[in-house]
Every structure is written in structure tokens, then in C-alpha cells.
Antibody, heavy 121, light 108 residues
């Protein structure tokens, strides 16, 4: 079975940094696009970033470019999201997802249970 | 960016009834590249439908998707207790990936 387990969330002060991790199992991790999607409290879903199977290309929602970095380690079956200059509006549950990419755009086939990030002083 | 508008915001129905959820796009979606997700309280989203009308693996046949262009529908033929949840549409026809704001299906 496909399993995606996020970790690394927590409480961080505005301006701080946090690194999220996602441990993948049950499939050939290095063959799939991977993504981060977030959900602010009581709100809808927002796509954050995608990364190509070999890690050579990354894509971000415009509003987050320059502050967040998606990366992966295929040897460790792991996906990461480095978040810097965090703001209150980054408070959300962050989901790791396995993507299906069609002509450059992705939908999300499997999701982890999410890790909660709270940005507050 | 393509804006997806879901309606209604909340649907109040009884178990056994039919649910019809709408997702309208601000422009036509290439190749009808639209998916539907279900999110139960406290859980991660789950893929239901891709390509506007194809059921994902393990999804019961009471869930069906239809539509084309800019107008799409998710139908649940007979609501069961576990179907009361929030449903989101998402388009993957053009970058960036965008979601609708969700429709909550609640027990009447």
C-alpha cells in the first residue's frame, strides 16, 4: 500500500524557518512526481510545489516562490519542504502527495495525513 | 489562473438521497482535466474522480463525474453515512494547479 508520512511541523515564530519531511513507502518513489499541498485552518486546499521524479525540476505557486524550497532524496524515499521567512498566513496543515503529471500540471493521487505548521509569536 | 467555483457551499441531504455538486471554471479546462476529492473531517483528501469522469481505484460506483469545457458535476447516487464530507474539485488543464473552495455535504 502507498504510504506517505509527514513530519517536522510545529510552532514557529514569524520570520523563522522549518523543514518538513515526508517518508514514502509502498511504491517506487523515484518514478513519481511529488507535491506539497496546504490547507489553512477551516479553509480549502492550496497547491504549494511539485518536484520531478529525478529532482531536476521544481515548480511553485507564484505567491511562495523564493521562500519555500521543495527537494527529494530518492535514496531515502523522502520528500522535503524547506520553509523560510514564515508568516502567520503560512499557518496550515501541509500534505505530502504523490502526483500524476499530465502535460505539465499535476493532480494528487495519494495523500499523507499532513503535518501542522503554526506561525505565531 | 483558472478559478473554480463550487456550488452550493453546503448541501443538506438525508442518507439515501442523491447529491449533485457543481464545479464551474472561469475558462474552459483543457481535455476536461478535472478531478474531485473527498475530505472527511480530520482526514486527508482522497481522490475520487480524474479526467472529469473516471473513478479512481477503489471508489464505489455510486460516485460519478460528468461535464466538459467549463462545467462539471459530481453526483453521489445514494448517500451513505461515510459520504458526508467536503468535496473539492481541482483542475490540471493549465498551470498553476487550482482548487475550488469546496462543497460540504451535511446530514439533514
Amino acid at each position: 500500500d502507498v504510504q506517505l508520512v509527514e513530519s517536522g511541523g510545529g510552532l514557529v515564530q514569524p520570520g523563522g524557518s522549518l523543514r518538513l519531511s515526508c517518508a514514502a513507502s509502498g511504491f517506487s518513489f523515484s518514478r513519481y512526481w511529488m507535491s506539497w499541498v496546504r490547507q489553512a485552518p477551516g479553509k480549502g486546499l492550496e497547491w504549494v510545489a511539485n518536484i520531478k521524479p529525478d529532482g531536476s525540476e521544481t515548480f511553485y505557486v507564484d505567491s511562495l516562490k523564493g521562500r519555500f524550497t521543495i527537494s527529494r532524496d530518492n535514496a531515502k524515499n523522502s520528500l522535503y519542504l524547506q520553509m523560510t521567512s514564515l508568516r502567520a498566513e503560512d499557518t496550515a496543515v501541509y500534505y505530502c502527495a504523490r502526483g500524476v503529471r499530465i502535460f505539465g500540471v499535476v493532480f494528487f493521487e495519494y495523500w499523507g495525513q499532513g503535518t501542522r505548521v503554526s506561525v505565531s509569536s | 489562473d483558472i478559478v473554480l467555483t463550487q456550488s452550493p457551499g453546503t448541501l443538506s441531504l438525508s442518507p439515501g438521497e442523491r447529491a449533485t455538486l457543481s464545479c464551474r471554471a472561469s475558462q474552459s479546462i483543457s481535455n476536461n482535466y478535472l478531478v474531485w476529492y473527498q475530505q472527511r473531517p480530520g482526514q486527508a483528501p482522497r481522490l475520487l474522480i480524474y479526467g472529469a469522469s473516471s473513478r479512481a481505484t477503489g471508489i464505489p460506483d455510486r460516485f460519478s463525474g460528468s461535464g466538459s469545457g467549463a462545467d462539471f458535476t459530481l453526483t453521489i447516487s445514494r448517500l451513505e453515512a461515510e459520504d458526508f464530507a467536503v468535496y473539492y474539485c481541482q483542475q490540471y488543464g493549465s498551470s498553476p494547479e487550482t482548487f475550488g473552495q469546496g462543497t460540504k455535504v451535511e446530514i439533514k
